[in-house]
């Protein structure tokens, strides 16, 4: 079946630094690809999604970059904060049973930035 | 997101015992979806509605029953034929046409004992 790779799993850098977080999908039908913060206990937030017309979008310190033609799309974090640490997923939609607009998640990445 | 609801926080479910996890959203969303969250796992799909009185399986719904009698709501049963019912479970729900956004619930926890 259809699936989203994400790597790395976990991922620690110091405050300052940059953090970059890549997915991998597999249906070439893919069209839109948001990203997910999730902190400790809490529910997944909505930080920044692209579709595939575009091929950069950017937001104050996050950025995506998608490639349609590898099927890889990637999260830029600069300036990375304490705050930013939580567990990042990425997604693609897909179309399940003939419906549009489902989502196919990455198993996530643990982001650490430490102070 | 504020506007989906879960409940309870917490959920204890005793052996050979059917439990429902409430989902309600005043957002005038049309589809809603139910996920399941292990450590490590990411979030998998178990039922999904495109609208009312209509639901779709998901990856992962063996064990799990459904309904959606009212647009605003979309509960979930664990029903006793899920022998590993412990997980987070995320509702999220999006508008049916244009922008595919999925916004999430707080979740419910769901602990055997």
């Known amino acids: 079946g259809e699936n989203v790779e994400q790597h790395p799993s976990t991922l620690s850098v110091q405050e300052g630094d940059s953090a970059v977080i890549k997915c991998t999908y597999s249906?070439?039908?893919?069209?839109?690809f948001p990203w997910y913060k999730q902190e400790l206990g809490k529910r997944p937030q909505l930080i920044i999604d692209i579709r595939s017309n575009v091929g950069e979008k950017k937001d104050q310190r996050i950025a995506v970059t998608l490639n349609k033609t590898a099927k890889h799309f990637s999260l830029h974090i600069t300036e990375t904060q304490p705050e930013d640490s939580a567990v990042y997923f990425c997604a693609a939609s897909f179309n399940y049973g003939g419906s549009q607009g489902n989502l196919i998640f990455g198993k996530g990445t643990k982001l650490s930035v430490k102070p | 997101d504020g506007g989906i609801t879960q409940s309870p926080k917490y959920l204890f479910r005793k052996e050979g015992q059917n439990v429902t996890l409430s989902c309600e959203q005043n957002l005038n969303h049309d589809a809603m979806y139910w996920y399941r969250q292990d450590p490590g796992q990411g979030l998998r799909l178990i039922y999904y509605s495109q609208i009312v009185n209509d639901f779709q399986k998901g990856d992962i719904a063996e064990g799990y029953s459904v309904s959606r009698e009212k647009k605003e709501s979309f509960p979930l049963t664990v029903t006793s034929a899920q022998k590993n019912p412990t997980a987070f479970y995320l509702c999220a729900s999006r508008h049916r046409h244009g922008k595919e956004t999925q916004y999430f619930g707080p979740g419910t926890r769901l602990l055997v004992l």
């Open positions: 249906d070439s039908a893919s069209n839109y």
